[in-house]
């Protein structure tokens, strides 16, 4: 089932990845939620277990359906808008997963570079392993107006700050720095 981000046009429901890459709403589509309608309970093929097992490692493969059903629906293609939010409150494990269960969907590369830790969300991030990598990033669109953002160091105090202007130019992001933005929208590492 997925919800497009105009709320005046009713939820459509797809049955498969194919459906919903081929869909012309693809690109006004806020979310996506996939179900499992299958035989009996879950029993995850080798393939499934694999993405169940990057997405939350230790769980056992045949408790994870609603692993695999999240990492499912991130593959679906979703707007710019929609994005942020959506990769945004993910982990980077099930990115991780949704990036290896579709790596040719048309957002494939986008997913990848959430995965990587080369994009970010509003909210706060550190410069580590598991969380952004080091280097330039800067703000992929102009913000509405309101964006803030700061750059901690690794002992707490204030590197830098700023708003749109400032964002949009770059900032260094260094080991065990901490970016937290705010109404900002997508960060991104500069090549």
């Given at each position: 089932m997925c919800s497009n981000l105009n709320e005046a046009v009713p939820d459509v429901t797809y049955t498969s990845l194919t459906e919903?890459?081929?869909?012309t709403e693809y690109v006004r589509l806020a979310s996506c939620t996939a179900s499992y309608e299958g035989p009996g309970p879950f029993e995850p093929t080798e393939d499934e277990a694999k993405i169940i097992s990057i997405a939350e490692p230790g769980i056992s493969p045949s408790d994870g359906l609603e692993t695999y059903l999240t990492a499912l629906?991130?593959?679906?293609?979703?707007?710019?808008e929609a994005a942020s939010g959506l990769f945004g409150r993910n982990s980077r494990q099930m990115l991780l997963a949704a990036s290896e269960l579709c790596p040719r969907a048309p957002q494939?590369?986008?997913?990848?570079?959430?995965?990587?830790?080369?994009?970010?969300?509003?909210?706060?991030?550190?410069?580590e392993d598991g969380g952004l990598v080091p280097g330039k990033f800067h703000l992929r669109k102009t913000p509405p107006d309101g964006c803030t953002w700061s750059v901690a160091g690794s002992d707490g105090s204030q590197k830098a700050a700023g708003g749109a202007a400032e964002g949009q130019s770059g900032i260094v992001l260094e080991e065990k720095d901490v970016l937290t933005s705010d109404k900002c929208g997508i960060w991104e590492k500069m090549e």
């Open positions: 919903v890459w081929a869909s629906a991130l593959c679906t293609r979703v707007s710019d494939g590369k986008i997913i990848g570079l959430w995965a990587s830790g080369e994009r970010a969300a509003d909210g706060e991030y550190a410069v």
